[in-house]
């Protein structure tokens, strides 16, 4: 079976400072893993995804995220937080093995950005 | 570009009524998710189709069905329907060319059930 644990409800952060909305993971054999963004009563946006190559990956909106193996972590930053921001922001997990073709989902993380 | 598209956005309905919601996927996708949202929770798999045929299935109720057609849109029918239903519905679409490809969402049908 696949999962997603991120550990924060809710993380706050001013303005123009680094964010990071954190996400571990627990899969069978090699992780596909992705970050979506929610705006209220909205569907879900692709942010951006780890396949396989370097650890860091960029995505949209100034978004990075960096894969960590040996934690299974993949952590979401941005190095300066802008209020627009501020959403419900998803980590997601595929797998090739046992998982199907399936996304699986973390519980979500509201990211509130203050001026 | 194309978005999938869902429809209707919005849907009241009574107790033990039915309900179809349809989603029309991305040109060329040819791999339809759906997914429950409940208040405040994660989205949570439904089903999904690939070319067709149901490729997954996940924490469906018995009481809904799915299928996909042949211009690949999709439709999920809701039976008996009941108050813990009350809930946003997603669609995703992807070509599942590869495990790489990531899911797009469309904007989600809002089910209230009263």
């Known amino acids: 079976a696949q999962s997603v644990a991120q550990p924060e409800d809710q993380v706050n952060v001013a303005e123009g400072n680094p964010l990071t909305v954190k996400c571990t993971y627990s899969v069978s054999g090699n992780p596909y893993l992705f970050w979506y963004v929610q705006y209220p009563n909205r569907g879900l946006q692709f942010l951006l995804k780890?396949?396989?190559?370097?650890?860091l990956v960029k995505g949209s909106y100034g978004f990075e995220a960096e894969f960590n193996k040996s934690q299974t972590s993949f952590h979401l930053k941005k190095p300066s937080a802008l209020v627009s921001d501020s959403a419900l922001y998803f980590c997601a997990v595929r797998s090739p093995l046992g998982g199907g073709n399936k996304l699986t989902f973390g519980t979500g993380t509201q990211l509130k950005v203050e001026l | 570009a194309a978005g999938v598209i869902q429809s209707p956005r919005h849907l009241i309905k009574e107790k033990r009524e039915t309900a179809t919601l349809k989603c029309y996927p991305i040109?060329?996708?040819?791999?339809v998710y759906w997914y429950q949202q409940g208040p405040g929770q994660d989205p949570q798999f439904l089903i999904s189709?690939?070319?067709?045929?149901?490729?997954d299935k996940g924490s469906i109720p018995d009481r809904f069905s799915a299928q996909q057609f042949s211009d690949y849109h999709s439709e999920l029918n809701m039976s008996s329907l009941e108050l813990g239903d009350s809930a946003l519905y997603f669609c995703a679409s992807r070509i599942r060319g590869g495990m790489n490809t990531e899911a797009f969402f469309g904007q989600g049908t809002r089910l209230t059930v009263v």
């Open positions: 040109p060329r996708h040819d791999t």
């Open positions: 780890y396949i396989t190559g370097d650890n």
């Open positions: 189709f690939y070319e067709k045929m149901q490729s």
